[in-house]
């Protein structure tokens, strides 16, 4: 075909009204389209083949290609260059090939889990309490002003073979390491709920520190006391600013009250529970605890009340160093967290008969379904201890560390002294002491107690003659053997008193058990009649 007969196919397709005239000095190109022919909404096919035309324009990953050729590849090959020799066209048969597209570098795609692992980590439970947890507690608590407390070397190291530490949570403001968590419980209410106010019942170490920290935050808080608990308590809540209400005979009346005029007047009843906040709180001592003491072996919590502080430090610290043993000690009178292992199912409660009176804050609640949980996970060993080991602990606070501590303080101490971790001889170990929250009368009581069952105070009785100077015999030997004389009571006339007899009763002290040896051995030498009394 001629370049004539491709004009005039090229004009009778395309028609006169879509071309443009041209002036004479413009140049003439018989393949010019026009912009609207290009840009026009419906793009024809072309006229030459079938298919859409390669002058569409090509657009790969979002950026347009290299510019195509305004003509279609498939009609170059009938132009060729143009030589005129002698007249004649002579046509050569041409091919153009499109240039590569550029195409851009995907987005890598995730890799696909097997189905296995997909469904394993969707139907995983959520943690009760995380790290993250904890650690977002202790940056809120220390912006709160709580302070951090000491953990000093004992001077009852070298007596039991150990490195013990002991982690004074006892300083706080309210005697208890339940500040922790009751102002971080505190401090993430609601603006609403804080307006309201809040409401506790009982006298316990929970109820005062959420009294002192409730007015501290400026929130409205009522609690409810039984009408048995002493003045010297409700005048420290009333110091502290909490409104007291009198109510009931027993703690669960007080409970069930406060209980009540929550509901009714919008109040939130807060008791100790299993929550995450109030566990992150508690777990804060884990954290300090491992940043005061270096190469740490093993950590003694007691374990005690709804057992948080016991689960939320050995979360702490597993996370932080799973190689540091962490031990649970509780009362044997009281072992729920014990029984609940062994059984591997919470006990709410024991059909047993502890001394209500020394195990107040530790017999006031049950073993949450949380708390349990994370002991099973986090916690390697619970062991159970005489209520003598407790008290024998609490006087051993009192002579070597001047510290008056309760009897949930001293569990922690009772353990190493009965003798019942002997696998932490020669190690680093730190021991929690909670709280030392404790009147003073039952203070008095249980020292006078522990004194007998160290065998530093015993009692006897003896029968002496009737004769002046047998009395002040009895009493020189005595002070031979250094023995200081606490009581001493002299009957004549007894039925058990052989006849001219007196009977003569005494209380000593002694410095140590050697002393209390020697003092028998030189007593029955004397007196045959000796007897001594049952602690």
Not at 210 to 235: D, G, N, Q, T
Request: contains cysteine.
């Amino acid at each position: 075909m001629n370049f004539a007969a491709q004009f005039f196919a090229n004009f009778v397709n395309d028609g006169l009204e879509t071309r443009r005239s041209f002036n004479d000095s413009e140049e003439y190109d018989p393949f010019w389209q026009s912009a609207e022919q290009r840009r026009g909404s419906s793009k024809p096919d072309c006229s030459f083949h079938s298919g859409p035309c390669a002058k569409d324009g090509h657009i790969g990953n979002g950026r347009l290609g290299r510019r195509s050729t305004l003509i279609c590849p498939e009609r170059l090959k009938d132009f060729g260059a143009e030589e005129y020799l002698n007249g004649d066209v002579k046509v050569f048969e041409t091919s153009v090939s499109e240039p590569p597209e550029v195409q851009l570098l995907s987005t890598p795609k995730p890799a696909v889990k097997k189905s296995s692992e997909s469904k394993t980590t969707a139907t995983a439970p959520p943690e009760h309490l995380r790290f993250e947890d904890i650690s977002a507690a202790a940056f809120k608590l220390q912006q709160a002003g709580i302070q951090k407390t000491p953990c000093t070397y004992s001077r009852l190291s070298k007596q039991y073979g150990m490195e013990i530490f002991l982690k004074k949570e006892l300083l706080h403001y309210t005697g208890s390491v339940k500040e922790r968590g009751a102002l971080y419980l505190l401090s993430s209410l609601k603006q609403d709920q804080q307006r309201k106010g809040v409401i506790v019942a009982t006298d316990s170490s929970f109820s005062m520190a959420v009294a002192y920290h409730a007015v501290e935050l400026r929130i409205p808080v009522f609690v409810i006391m039984p009408a048995c608990c002493s003045p010297l308590r409700l005048r420290m809540y009333r110091d502290y600013g909490a409104m007291v209400i009198s109510y009931g005979s027993t703690a669960q009346d007080s409970i069930n009250h406060a209980r009540h005029l929550a509901r009714e007047n919008g109040y939130l009843c807060l008791e100790e529970d299993d929550s995450a906040v109030y566990l992150a709180g508690l777990g804060t001592v884990g954290l300090e605890i491992y940043e005061q003491v270096p190469k740490l072996d093993a950590v003694i919590v007691p374990a005690s009340g709804n057992y948080g502080l016991l689960t939320g430090t050995a979360a702490a610290i597993k996370h932080l160093n799973p190689r540091i043993s962490v031990i649970g000690v509780e009362p044997e009178d009281f072992p729920l967290l014990l029984q609940s292992l062994k059984t591997d199912s919470p006990i709410k409660d024991l059909y047993c008969n502890p001394n209500k009176k020394l195990y107040r804050d530790l017999m006031d609640h049950s073993l949450g379904t949380h708390c349990f949980q994370l002991a099973k996970k986090t916690v390697d060993k619970v062991i159970s201890v005489r209520e003598a080991d407790a008290l024998v602990a609490m006087l051993r606070f009192q002579e070597y560390e001047r510290s008056t501590v309760d009897t949930e303080g001293a569990m922690g101490l009772a353990a190493i002294l009965a003798g019942q971790l002997p696998e932490l001889k020669g190690k680093r170990v730190a021991v929690v002491v909670s709280s030392a929250n404790m009147e003073l009368d039952l203070v008095l009581q249980c020292v006078e107690r522990a004194l007998v069952l160290d065998d530093r105070v015993s009692r006897f009785k003896v029968q002496l003659d009737d004769w002046p100077g047998d009395m002040a015999k009895l009493l020189d030997l005595l002070a031979r053997e250094d023995v200081r004389l606490l009581d001493v009571c002299h009957r004549r006339y007894s039925d058990k008193a052989e006849l001219f007899k007196a009977q003569v009763e005494c209380v000593v002290e002694m410095r140590d058990k050697s002393q209390n040896s020697q003092l028998r051995r030189t007593l029955s030498d004397r007196y045959p009649s000796l007897h001594w009394l049952e602690r």
